[in-house]
């Protein structure tokens, strides 16, 4: 008997059951998704003798990537909205914290990891096919590059997003997300234009622009200081407020979780 | 032990208990009666922490099962009434979902499933509803948890499994443990529950123990109410099914049924409190029949 397994405290053990499970009622879909991938693949390859993940500079395996990890994210909590697997997945014998840490591992460093290996193994064997079948082979797909961790680093972001989406939407949680983050960007986006507005005209020039993907100004007028600084709190607003608040908000919503609504 | 203290409970606005106290102990198979809708099974799922008290406080063995701390989940089972199980064998179920149970003992769960006859082989998703129920219910007795929550177990059971379920049942009832049944078909469990704890009104109105009412009721059969001590009646096709109070000094036993037929017991608290609180006591009221009863009565005449 596993001492781990038995205590009332939070247990790596019993989370990486939670996470094993989770791995294993998965395989399925991710077996469905690879298997779209790969025949995607073969038809670009009938048609044009080219495997179409391995051109446009491998852009689509990231996309592909990215996408999945997303959808996945937002299925995260299906089980537990169930009206009949539901109870059964809040009275399963691990702390709401262990099913929501399984949860945050499996979709923000596990899934990523295992898809960028997959990606990279896949993207090896088009490219010699290609070259195989006589073509200018596209280069092979790795992870291991700058761009591609910024991918991660933004992704890993947007799956908090997306779990603490899962735990609270019951129904089509990821375009019901997807929605709230819309709404929320665009009223940041026109709260951060008029603080510019107001910062910039205090400058005399009223001509400048935010891009919000950067988070910088596009001004001549306003001091470095004040760039740098809107700089770095776009990015501690990114990196750290927004992943910290949907983890520990999406962990209330777990551990409040009630069974669905029956009298019998 | 699992004990209410004060506890309200209800889905929005509606209510559904109110200013709730109760306590089960260990060592007994309580019979959770109520009509439909009487929250027998929001009870259960009170007991069992997936539901949350919105007033007052529930303790399950000294814990709050609100919090769905891990040790207090893998010491206890709740059974719904339509178990849900994953596309996998039964195998597979044991590698994925009994590792979170530190007493569950593998053993025991096959000699159940061998003896509730289920297939093996066989994913679980493809098993019947009774299968299912049979298997989950294996799973709950093989579990050690000292508190089993078992919601309509009998329910789509064929006869003999309702036998088997009932022996496998009697032995999980010991001494550190709390078994919780909640029912419809009282007498598929007749004998095995002891107390029963009766819900209706957002209350519980009784609970009573088999040596309580035995002490008190008996039940029968009557072609006449003359000249009985009835308490309660229910007309059927050939005469009368009563509660009959014992009358003190006389040996009833000899006459008429050793226990009362709880059916009978549930219907008399719901239709006339009173009178089997009386009853109970030792006191004596005019017999209640039921007024259907009583149209039916007439009509016969």
């Known amino acids: 008997m596993n001492a781990n397994i038995q205590g009332s405290g939070f247990s790596f053990e019993r989370a990486a059951l939670v996470l094993r499970n989770r791995i294993m009622e998965e395989a399925p879909s991710l077996g469905i998704g690879l298997a779209v991938v790969v025949g995607v693949n073969a038809l670009t390859f009938l048609a044009s003798r080219t495997f179409v993940f391995n051109h446009d500079n491998g852009a689509m395996w990231a996309f592909a990537i990215v996408i999945s990890g997303l959808l996945l994210c937002a299925q995260a909590f299906k089980a537990m909205h169930d009206g009949k697997a539901g109870t059964d997945w809040l009275l399963l014998p691990a702390s709401p914290l262990e099913k929501f840490t399984a949860a945050v591992l499996d979709y923000v460093i596990i899934f990523p990891v295992a898809a960028a290996l997959v990606a990279t193994g896949l993207s090896a064997l088009f490219h010699v096919i290609e070259q195989a079948a006589g073509k200018i082979p596209g280069p092979i797909w790795t992870f291991w590059n700058v761009e591609v961790l910024k991918a991660w680093a933004f992704y890993a972001v947007a799956a908090t997003v997306f779990i603490a989406g899962s735990a609270s939407f019951r129904k089509i949680p990821f375009l019901k997300t997807s929605a709230m983050a819309m709404a929320y960007i665009f009223v940041l986006g026109i709260l951060l234009t008029l603080g510019a507005w107001i910062v910039v005209r205090s400058h005399g020039n009223i001509d400048a622009g935010f891009h919000f993907e950067n988070f910088n100004f596009e001004t001549e007028d306003i001091p470095k200081s004040i760039e740098d600084i809107t700089l770095w709190v776009g990015r501690i607003a990114w990196f750290v407020v927004l992943p910290v608040f949907s983890l520990v908000y999406g962990y209330f919503r777990v551990f409040e979780k009630e069974a669905r609504d029956e009298v019998q | ?301």
């Open chain 2, 1 to 301: 032990m699992i004990e209410f203290r004060s506890m309200s409970f209800g889905y929005g606005k509606k209510n559904l208990f109110s200013g709730l106290d109760l306590n089960l102990e260990p060592g007994s198979v309580y019979g959770l009666l109520g009509l439909n809708g009487a929250g027998k099974t929001s009870l259960l799922k009170l007991m069992a922490g997936a539901l949350r008290p919105q007033e007052g406080s529930i303790e399950v063995f000294g814990k709050d099962p609100g919090l769905r701390r891990a040790d207090l989940l893998a010491d206890m089972v709740f059974v719904p009434e339509d178990p849900w199980l994953p596309a996998i064998k039964p195998e597979g179920w044991l590698d994925r979902y009994a590792a979170f149970r530190p007493l569950f003992d593998r053993g025991r769960f096959m000699a159940l499933m061998d003896e509730l006859a289920l297939d093996k082989d066989k994913l679980l998703t493809k098993y019947s509803y009774g299968q299912r129920k049979k298997f989950a219910l294996s799973a709950a007795m093989a579990s050690g948890a000292r508190t089993l929550l078992l919601d309509e177990p009998t329910n789509g059971l064929d006869i003999p499994s309702k036998a088997q379920l009932r022996r496998i049942l009697a032995a999980a009832a010991e001494p550190g443990r709390v078994v919780v049944v909640s029912t419809h078909q009282v007498r598929d469990l007749e004998h095995l529950i002891d107390p029963i704890v009766i819900v209706h009104g957002g209350r519980i109105l009784f609970t009573l123990s088999n040596e309580e009412l035995g002490r008190s009721l008996c039940s029968a059969h009557l072609s006449s109410l003359e000249g009985k001590p009835v308490v309660y009646a229910e007309r059927d096709a050939v005469g009368w099914s009563v509660l009959l109070a014992r009358e003190p000094g006389k040996d009833s036993e000899a006459e008429e049924g050793a226990s009362p037929d709880l059916e009978l017991v549930f219907d008399a608290a719901i239709a006339a409190p009173d009178h089997l609180t009386a009853a109970l006591s030792g006191a004596s009221l005019p017999a209640y029949v039921p007024e259907e009863h009583l149209i039916a009565k007439e009509a016969n005449r």
